[in-house]
């Protein structure tokens, strides 16, 4: 049985495009049909928080003046609404990240992303639900609520980038642009069963990004802008959108992204690291890894399944204390003192998570230059792990969609791995392994468990081959089952 083809404003974002180039609908009517999909679907989900209507009518009008008018588009993304993750600025539109301080915070600039999107073309017509201050690993705040997985209304769809990614899941948006430091573009995107890129460091400029406090200038060292899409080809043109320096730097640099490594699949080198003690898969997750390198192997690849390029307990040690103490940068300065004066006071022997917190963000700077040091240690062992091999496939996280535990304090929150209880923030170990060495790595959806819930693995690459990355992870989008859909 052929299945009927899906409605255009839920099929990928560059079908909607070539459809809007051939003049098959109107920019303004593919507006009018994303805003009732928007309207009919999203009370369910709580994805989309703020919404810019009119704006965007008077953008999608004068798009379709402009296609009239010359027969070409502005952009690659010319007529095309898309949403976007409540974490960036947009000038003249709330941006509040969750966060009841920000409730009015109206900005007079765009980020620098968002800039580079409407350059290209697209309308940005609404913003999508974050926790607060992005801190968090599923998505809920005080002023927006709780965004649900849309495959299962009890599970999380993620953070911090779980509205964008249940958004796009739900056929609410064709493109997302979310962010990630740890694992807050990849996470929600394994549990909601879409693609997501976070890029290497430094190719997606982060000014505008919430956090920092709206006006910095600076952002942490480990923050990526990345996209999202339900295909890898769109992941592709929004990377070709977002990638490109900041505008001071604009004076003299580019960006000039090498091509894939090899054309054919048969020709990359995997690695696949499938599981690990430090942080345990389940039963699902190890079968899903088993089945794709299996048809690695099908089709002719090579796959290595014993060499790792670094050790993960030590990796994930590294990643934490330059994460907690580049989150000390924005803390109040009375807060930071009293942090200070508690770490002073810890026994030596307390090595709990809450003494590791304490000691990485109130650490001397000369510990973080070793701490810095150590990252640099790390890169160039992947970077020799990569001369062998051309990317590694890992899993995107130990387990399908938690339960949402948002109504849980924090202290007592936890995930169950095949009836064992692990820690809660055990749900990034394996996304951690890139943010601080910045490599490029997607998740892939791969899967789904007996109940239908999604399932994706990563996969990582070399440093600035963004398109290695994007090539394998079409490679396997055909060679994986069509993946779930919640657009129904």
Same mark, same amino acid.
């Given at each position: ?9 839920? =099929? ?5 495009? %070539? ?34 209507? #009119? ?9 379709? =003046? ?5 027969? &070409? ?10 949403? @976007?993750?409540?974490?960036? &600025? ?12 920000? +409730?009015? $915070?109206?900005?007079?600039?765009? %980020? ?7 350059? *290209?073309?697209?309308? @940005? ?29 009890? =599970? ?33 995107? $394994?549990?909601?069963? @879409? ?40 992941? !592709? ?12 730097? +604009? ?15 048969? /020709? @990359? ?8 003690? $430090?942080?345990?898969? /389940? ?21 290595? !399944? ?27 300065? !009375?807060?930071?003192?009293? #942090? ?14 809450? +003494? ?19 990252? #640099?240690?790390?890169? !160039? ?19 399908? *969609? ?62 600035? +081959? ?7 992870? #079409? ?14």
């Amino acid at each position: 049985m052929t299945s009927r083809p899906l409605p255009l404003p839920l =099929r990928p974002a560059h079908e909607q495009l %070539a459809a809007l180039r051939r003049k098959e609908i109107s920019s303004r009517e593919l507006l009018e049909l994303q805003l009732r999909r928007i309207a009919e679907v999203d009370p369910r989900i709580n994805a989309v928080v703020t919404l810019d209507a #009119e704006r965007a009518r008077d953008a999608a009008d004068a798009a379709d =003046r402009h296609l009239a008018r010359t027969g &070409e588009p502005a952009g690659p993304l010319h007529g095309l609404a898309i949403t @976007v993750k409540d974490s960036l &600025e947009t000038a003249g539109l709330r941006t509040a990240c969750g966060a009841p301080a920000l +409730a009015g $915070h109206v900005p007079a600039r765009d %980020a620098d992303a968002t800039a580079r999107l409407r350059r *290209a073309g697209a309308i @940005v017509v609404g913003k999508t639900n974050t926790p607060t201050y992005c801190q968090d690993i599923q998505t809920c705040n005080p002023l927006f609520g709780t965004t649900v997985n849309p495959f299962a209304p009890g =599970r999380t769809s993620g953070g911090s980038s779980g509205g964008a990614a249940a958004a796009l899941a739900a056929g609410l948006t064709a493109l997302e642009v979310g962010s990630d430091l740890a694992g807050s573009l990849r996470l929600p995107a $394994h549990y909601c069963g @879409v693609y997501a890129l976070r890029p290497s460091r430094g190719l997606v400029s982060a000014r505008g990004h919430i956090p920092r406090p709206p006006g910095w200038l600076t952002s942490s060292d480990m923050l990526t802008v990345g996209p999202l899409a339900r295909t890898a080809a769109d992941l !592709e043109l929004l990377l070709g959108v977002l990638a490109g320096p900041t505008p001071a730097d +604009a004076v003299a640099w580019r960006v000039e992204l090498p091509g894939p490594r090899h054309a054919r699949l048969e /020709d @990359v080198r995997f690695g696949v690291w499938a599981d690990d003690p $430090h942080c345990p898969v /389940d039963a699902d997750t190890r079968a899903l890894l088993a089945s794709v390198t299996e048809l690695l192997r099908g089709a002719g690849a090579s796959v290595d !399944e014993a060499e790792r390029p670094v050790d993960l307990r030590e990796s994930e040690r590294a990643f934490r204390n330059l994460m907690y103490a580049s989150s000390a940068a924005s803390a109040e300065d !009375e807060d930071f003192r009293a #942090e200070a004066e508690q770490a002073a006071l810890l026994p030596p022997d307390d090595h709990s998570p809450g +003494a590791e917190f304490l000691r990485s963000r109130t650490q001397r700077h000369r510990d973080w230059l070793l701490a810095d040091e150590e990252r #640099e240690r790390q890169r !160039e062992r992947w970077a020799d792990y990569f001369t062998r091999h051309d990317v590694l496939i890992t899993p995107a996280a130990p387990t399908a *969609a938690v339960p949402d535990q948002s109504a849980v304090p924090l202290p007592d929150r936890f995930i169950t791995v095949d009836g064992e209880r692990h820690g809660y923030w055990k749900q990034t170990t394996w996304a951690n392994l890139t943010g601080h060495v910045a490599l490029p790595s997607a998740v892939v959806p791969a899967g789904r468990t007996a109940d239908g819930l999604p399932l994706g693995v990563q996969v990582v690459g070399p440093y600035l +081959a963004d398109r290695t990355v994007l090539a394998v992870a #079409e490679h396997l989008s055909r060679l994986l089952p069509d993946p779930p859909s919640a657009c129904s």
